[in-house]
Antibody
């Protein structure tokens, strides 16, 4: 059973860069069926998608975060990472990594994505 | 940007049928996916592509999507189904609904 595990600092100073890594327990991160990405959840609030990346480098980012987000992949280590710059208290959240299934609908002529495997999440607090 | 609207909460008695809606402009033209999230846990995919249950999800969970509304139906709701439920679509980015808190009395 594939598992994802987030790791990284639990406390980040305001204006600095938040950095998290997700390690994939098994299988290939280079599969053509998947993107790999991040979702966050502020305390007491709903889910917010951050972005995702294909092993070859293609990325999608949340338009509201795009200027501050970078996602990268290291296929040799089966890891992908999130960097979020210039953080404020509003970036305090539980951050989840997740495998994004990528499928094509021949009847609707478009690709669509959903998250079928999630990590347990890691809490990141932005505070001085 | 595309928006999804869910009721904040749904309450029902044990054994009744819960229907959680997800509204969006012509949402029927998109595929809708549903997640269950229990307190302190990561979300769990319960329905994808409108009406398909992943392996291990009970048959009492079903989904439909037409027009401007998608619906997650939980038939014979159990106490263990109490959770937050989120709908999601793809619109050049992942879009989540605001979430619905299901209470089983």
């Amino acid at each position: 059973q594939l598992q994802l595990q987030e790791s990284g600092p639990g406390l980040v100073q305001p204006s600095e860069t938040l950095s998290l890594t997700c390690t994939v327990s098994s299988g290939s991160i280079s599969s053509s069926y998947y993107y790999w990405g991040w979702i966050r959840q502020p305390p007491g609030k709903g889910l917010e998608w951050v972005g995702s990346m294909y092993y070859s480098g293609s990325t999608y980012y949340n338009p509201s975060l795009k200027s501050r987000v970078t996602i990268s992949i290291d296929t040799s280590k089966r890891q992908f990472s999130l960097k979020l710059s210039s953080v404020t208290a509003a970036d305090t959240a539980v951050y989840y990594c997740a495998r994004h299934q990528r499928e094509y609908s021949s009847s609707r002529y478009y690709y669509y994505y959903y998250m079928d495997v999630w990590g347990k999440g890691t809490t990141v607090t932005v505070s001085s | 940007s595309y928006e999804l609207t869910q009721p904040l909460s749904v309450s029902l008695a044990l054994g009744q049928t819960a229907r959680i809606t997800c509204g969006g402009n012509n949402i029927g033209s998109k595929y809708v996916h549903w997640y269950q999230q229990k307190p302190g846990q990561a979300p769990l995919l319960v329905i994808f592509r409108d009406d398909i249950r992943p392996s291990g999800i009970p048959e009492r969970f079903s989904g439909s999507n037409s027009g401007n509304t998608a619906t997650l139906t939980i038939s014979g709701a159990q106490a263990g189904d109490e959770a937050d439920y989120y709908c999601q679509v793809w619109d050049n980015s992942v879009v989540f609904g605001g979430g619905t808190k299901l209470t089983v009395l």
